[in-house]
């Protein structure tokens, strides 16, 4: 349940400061909107350029299909398999995601007098598919953690722009309304008690309610 908004001069400096507050990190926000979104766009071609050399990679690994069934004990598929990942961490707009670096793959111990002179140039291969399968798995990475920030900011901008700041104006538009009555009301009361008052008297008595003087029209600015 809504908690009541309370019509005083105290609840309407508490108003005024929350909206400036909210007003001023609004701006910070988008900006950190627009940072994500241009990272996810450039991250959106990395992945599609890492998707291509991928491609390529296999398509060169396709030359030695017809052999790669006869190559006297030795295990390619294991030698082409990285052993680690090697990575950095990078603050994108707050964000801390992992850099692609390199991969480690295991030693290649074999005899070259007992194996084909192609199977150096597959092993190369295979490795770099596995390489630019790594990379296309950090990019992925990089992608899901931006945009799920991206979506947070996004929400937070939404309820900044179109929930807190609308709702903390009208805050204030309503007790400067109820405390402008209770000057008219005020001054009214005075006027009958005592006559008609002096300008002078008049403003006495508003800074006596409110602490400061006040508009021909009894509401603050």
Do not use: H
Not at 50 to 77: F, H, M, P, W
Not at 115 to 139: F, G, H, Q, Y
């Amino acid at each position: 349940m809504a908690q009541k908004l309370k019509r005083t001069r105290p609840e309407l400096k508490r108003q005024r400061d929350m909206l400036t507050r909210f007003e001023r990190y609004l701006p910070m926000l988008k900006l950190k909107q627009q940072q994500l979104q241009m990272m996810i766009q450039k991250l959106e071609r990395e992945r599609e350029t890492a998707r291509r050399e991928t491609e390529a990679a296999k398509a060169k690994l396709s030359r030695y299909e017809a052999v790669l069934g006869d190559i006297g004990g030795v295990n390619l598929q294991a030698l082409a398999t990285y052993t680690e990942i090697k990575t950095s961490i990078s603050n994108i707009a707050g964000v801390d995601i992992p850099i692609f670096e390199g991969v480690i793959f295991p030693e290649a111990r074999y005899s070259l007098f007992g194996t084909a002179a192609w199977v150096d140039a597959a092993l190369a291969d295979m490795r770099e598919i596995s390489k630019c399968l790594a990379r296309l798995d950090i990019l992925d990475r990089q992608y899901r953690l931006l945009q799920q920030e991206l979506t947070k900011i996004i929400q937070r901008v939404n309820l900044f722009e179109k929930v807190k700041i609308p709702e903390t104006k009208e805050n204030i538009r309503r007790i400067r309304i109820q405390l402008g009555d209770e000057m008219a009301a005020a001054v009214a009361r005075a006027k009958i008690a005592k006559g008609k008052l002096t300008e002078e008297e008049v403003d006495t008595l508003a800074r006596e309610v409110f602490g400061e003087s006040v508009p021909e029209d009894g509401v603050q600015p």
